[in-house]
């Protein structure tokens, strides 16, 4: 007789296959399969503030044979895995590559005093580093910033000008006298940060001229880069005399890119490749490509960089199948089995019905109706964030009612308002969507629910069969949670064992989490649990049944799950879709940095994605709201605290 082998142990081999793969992947396409030994370094400041690095070094840049180095600054609010691409791709043609978390980014300590500061973002440390090697070219040094990093790309070459050779800005602003030094700079004709700074509309289209490089090209950058035409010409390359008499070159590359999406843009990886060879007077291994030609020279390069992406896809996947999987084992398991409460009616008003296809409606566009006003709350200091205390509102909010303030021994204020980086926006918005939410349940409940009965049991509330509270249910709840995402967290943390990085896809970012933000795992918590818990209340109006059956199981949470993000997904593709064939920013978020936060919706969706389905699934399964709840609560403080730019990690 053959033995069936179960869907569980199908799971596990394909998780297991998966993982496999990952490695491969990930590791194989970083090493250039065994070409580039990359190794990740902590490393310390003169201040004894920790830098997170990964060297990247070819096998052939050796003492005897010395190679130029790259030193590679992420974007703001993110982390060292957004240039990863870059890391690798230059790597294998044989250049020395550091790509770390500058200061305050992820794993990287907030500088606390001078000798670090704010001048170049722990660049002295990453500089002190290489120039201990004997494998680097010491006066043939490039560097590279995204974004924010591209200031202190910046002042890093200003402070090392003899040993810098090629400074490259990566959605920055050209500069019209950056140096001594060749000078290459990429922005994408859809870049959102370029484009909202860009008033001026063609009045032919109504929209924002293709040619961004304008924006950039006042007439002070034209006469340095030698344009009497007062444009600097896409892909041309430009020589110019520096004040040392020297000949340096000048390019510009115009890429059909996004600000957020270079580093999944292959046309724009390929550009930046072709201007790193350009701008280090031809180093390294470009598949006999024709440096001079300047206009399609690039699109003969070769890249690999969607491997690694591909690993990370896969990781991501992984991650959340083996929680899925743990979630389905321990409910039916001997210890945590007494979380499966009786069945309880199930109510909601009539399906189909007017009233029916409102709420419907409404759980649909509320969360992308409120998107903007909930990101203008931290843009106006609605709730104080780190990086808007100067903000009047805020200030009378800080002084006023925030009482849980310390000073630490350098002198810096805290408190647990004050988280730096983005994910306070994210927050705000979901209180405000929460909110929404339990003002749609309320109407529901007093208008029809009650009426039909509708109790706490059958929202979900009981922790006993009895009315009895049962504190001990709740408890159990909060560890099935931390066992459901904890099998996640580990499989990533065995995974970045090995590949000795967490995965950045598209604008996603994922890690293990540091020890120093301990305290905000606690913070955000606390502040996750009303946007899920109002979310699981308002979805009650429509009488979701759960008949027990694995389909109708799957249904539940496919349909629960695109009712959630649904409306907030379409939102973001009008966005992006806007963005990238008009070239203008939706109107409303060319603000301040608004136009970041329309972009940051995809890995904001993708993260709720998985919160809520989770939520859906373990409820469905335990009739009650506390397993689920605390499950999602957790994974969404693990997505927030990977966030590269929390700068305040609330040490004590």
């Not at 399964?621 to 609560?633: C, H, I, S, Y």
Request: charged share 15%; aromatic share 14%; net charge positive.
């Amino acid at each position: 007789m053959k033995r069936k082998i179960s869907l569980s142990t199908v799971a596990i081999i394909a998780i297991a296959i998966a993982v496999a793969v990952t490695f491969l992947t990930v590791i194989g396409t970083d090493t250039a399969w065994g070409k580039v030994r990359v190794e990740k370094m902590v490393l310390s400041s003169a201040d004894g503030d920790v830098v997170n690095a990964m060297l990247y070094r070819p096998r052939t840049a050796t003492a005897e044979n010395p190679a130029p180095a790259v030193v590679l600054y992420h974007g703001g609010n993110d982390m060292l895995e957004h240039t990863g691409t870059y890391a690798l791709e230059l790597a294998r043609r044989g250049f020395v590559v550091v790509n770390f978390d500058y200061q305050g980014s992820h794993d990287s300590d907030y500088a606390t005093a001078t000798s670090v500061g704010e001048k170049n973002a722990c660049g002295d440390t990453i500089y002190n580093t290489l120039s201990s090697y004997n494998f680097v070219q010491q006066d043939n040094i490039a560097v590279f910033g995204h974004s924010m990093g591209g200031g202190y790309a910046s002042r890093f070459a200003a402070a090392y000008a003899d040993h810098v050779h090629l400074l490259f800005h990566l959605g920055s602003a050209v500069a019209a006298d950056p140096g001594n030094y060749n000078y290459v700079t990429v922005v994408g004709d859809s870049d959102e940060s370029a484009l909202k700074r860009t008033t001026v509309l063609d009045p032919a289209t109504g929209r924002t001229s293709q040619d961004i490089h304008k924006y950039y090209n006042n007439p002070a950058i034209a006469e340095a880069w030698g344009e009497p035409a007062g444009c600097i010409v896409p892909s041309k390359q430009y020589h110019v005399t520096g004040t040392d008499g020297k000949e340096y070159l000048r390019v510009f590359y115009l890429p059909s890119a996004i600000h957020a999406y270079y580093n999944v843009n292959n046309e724009a990886v390929k550009q930046i490749i072709f201007g790193f060879i350009l701008g280090m007077d031809g180093y390294g291994n470009i598949d006999n490509v024709d440096l001079t030609d300047e206009v399609n020279g690039y699109k003969k390069i070769s890249t690999v960089w969607q491997w690694k992406d591909f690993g990370w896809i896969l990781e991501y996947l992984e991650i959340c199948a083996l929680m899925f999987l743990t979630a389905s084992k321990l409910i039916g398991g001997k210890f945590f089995k007494s979380l499966e409460l009786k069945p309880t009616p199930v109510y909601g008003v009539k399906r189909r019905s007017v009233q029916w296809f409102a709420f419907l409606v409404l759980l649909l566009i509320l969360p992308p109706l409120l998107y903007l006003p909930g990101v203008k709350a931290a843009e106006i200091g609605l709730f104080p964030t780190a990086y808007n205390t100067d903000n009047p509102v805020t200030k009378i909010a800080t002084d006023s009612l925030i009482k849980t303030k310390w000073t630490d021994a350098n002198g810096v204020a805290h408190s647990i308002w004050l988280l730096g980086g983005t994910s306070n926006v994210y927050v705000e918005w979901q209180w405000l969507t929460a909110f929404a939410m339990l003002v749609l349940f309320l109407v529901y409940y007093f208008v029809w629910g009650r009426k039909a009965g509708e109790n706490y049991r059958s929202l979900g509330f009981a922790t006993t069969e009895t009315k009895a509270f049962s504190l001990g249910y709740i408890l159990k709840a909060l560890l099935f949670g931390i066992s459901v995402v904890g099998s996640g967290y580990l499989l990533m943390g065995f995974i970045g064992k090995f590949t000795q990085q967490g995965l950045h896809i598209n604008t996603l970012q994922m890690s293990n989490l540091s020890r120093k933000r301990l305290m905000c795992w606690v913070v955000y918590f606390v502040y996750l649990i009303p946007y899920f818990l109002c979310n699981h209340l308002a979805v009650k109006s429509l009488g979701i049944k759960y008949d027990g059956t694995r389909k109708n199981l799957f249904m539940n949470v496919l349909k629960t799950t695109a009712l959630t993000i649904g409306g907030l997904l379409v939102f973001y593709i009008i966005f992006a879709l806007q963005l990238k064939y008009t070239h203008t920013v939706m109107e409303g978020f060319r603000t301040g940095i608004l136009y970041a936060y329309g972009l940051a919706i995809l890995p904001l969706t993708i993260g709720i994605t998985v919160g809520n389905a989770l939520n859906i699934y373990i409820s469905s399964k335990t009739r009650t709201v506390w397993p689920g709840l605390f499950t999602a609560v957790l994974w969404g403080v693990w997505t927030l605290c990977s966030a590269g730019g929390m700068t305040n990690n609330l040490i004590f």
